[in-house]
């Protein structure tokens, strides 16, 4: 665990079967095909319906991934929840599974909560699992959590915890919220993802080490593209193709168009199911999405093959 996680991670979507299930073995081979695309794996965000999953249904998928040998160094599961006995539980189970990092939301139910109130949290979590190999991922994500990370915040963990607070992932939607985390700690170890590709550019130029985001569950071979191609002429250009295949999924409900186009791509129906209160997509709006897409002759080659 002496060398960070960077670059692409897919916060990977969950299959479910007929009875709501989660599929082990479908979410295995798109991990898979993801880490044969060039994306590490951020299992249990938000794209991975992981707040629709029980506790002892994401311990029993990590446990399924690792014991099909996918390489732990790739992962960093979402552990943060709004319990804080459920968040000790997954963390410590993730990082005795030997995880590259863990993906942590703060406590999202209750509003309006102080920075001291989530310092108290991730100081309880990170004491009580009491294991040096820790690496902690802070997930700022005020769009849909509603309860955000603050610069004060941030600070107060790393003067407390240093190395064990590690990075955080920005779903503010905010490039200037981006730029300012790197400004202010990137230089210290502090590794600044994007939570979208649409900014994976600006913040690698900017001092950032990658992105995570949904649309790498479809797209992950050109965005991985641009990582490897940043500091070239083609950059600008290929940064306007992921934007391009972003904006098609974007105005659309996102899990929803994500696991249409895996149903779509690798021929199994099985992908279009999400796990109630979401809705899959209707006819008419999956027909348009798989138009929108051809139109700019979008693949998924090898897809769980």
């Not at 991670?9 to 073995?25: G, I």
């Not at 249990?44 to 990590?62: H, K």
């Not at 992950?220 to 191609?229: D, F, G, Q, T, V």
Request: some cysteine.
């Amino acid at each position: 665990m002496t060398e960070r996680i960077r670059g692409l991670l897919a916060p990977v979507v969950t299959p479910f079967d007929a009875s709501l299930k989660p599929d082990p073995e479908r979410l295995l081979r798109h991990c898979r095909w993801l880490l044969s695309q060039g994306s590490g794996l951020a299992v249990f965000g938000t794209n991975s319906e992981a707040n629709s999953l029980s506790v002892d249904e994401r311990i029993a998928l990590l446990d399924y991934l690792v014991e099909g040998g996918i390489p732990t160094q790739q992962m960093m599961p979402g552990t943060g929840c709004c319990a804080i006995t459920d968040s000790i539980r997954l963390t410590a189970r993730a990082v005795n599974n030997g995880v590259a990092g863990c993906l942590m939301l703060p406590p999202f139910y209750y509003k309006g909560v102080t920075d001291e109130g989530l310092y108290r949290n991730f100081a309880t979590i990170i004491d009580a699992v009491g294991n040096a190999r820790l690496r902690i991922y802070l997930y700022h994500i005020p769009p849909v959590a509603q309860v955000g990370i603050s610069f004060e915040l941030i600070e107060r963990l790393l003067k407390s915890y240093p190395g064990t607070v590690a990075g955080i992932k920005d779903s503010s939607g905010d490039w200037s919220n981006t730029q300012g985390l790197v400004s202010r700690f990137a230089g210290s170890g502090f590794d600044v993802f994007a939570g979208s590709e649409s900014f994976l550019l600006p913040n690698l130029r900017a001092g950032g080490v990658g992105c995570i985001s949904a649309t790498a569950n479809v797209n992950p071979a050109a965005i991985h593209r641009l990582l490897r191609h940043w500091q070239t002429p083609e950059a600008d250009g290929l940064q306007a193709g992921l934007d391009t295949v972003r904006a098609i999924f974007q105005k659309r409900p996102m899990i929803a168009a994500l696991k249409r186009a895996i149903a779509h791509w690798s021929g199994d129906e099985t992908w279009s199911r999400v796990r109630p209160p979401l809705v899959e997509l209707g006819t008419e709006q999956a027909a348009a999405l798989i138009s929108e897409l051809d139109a700019v002759r979008f693949e998924m080659p090898g897809l769980h093959n």
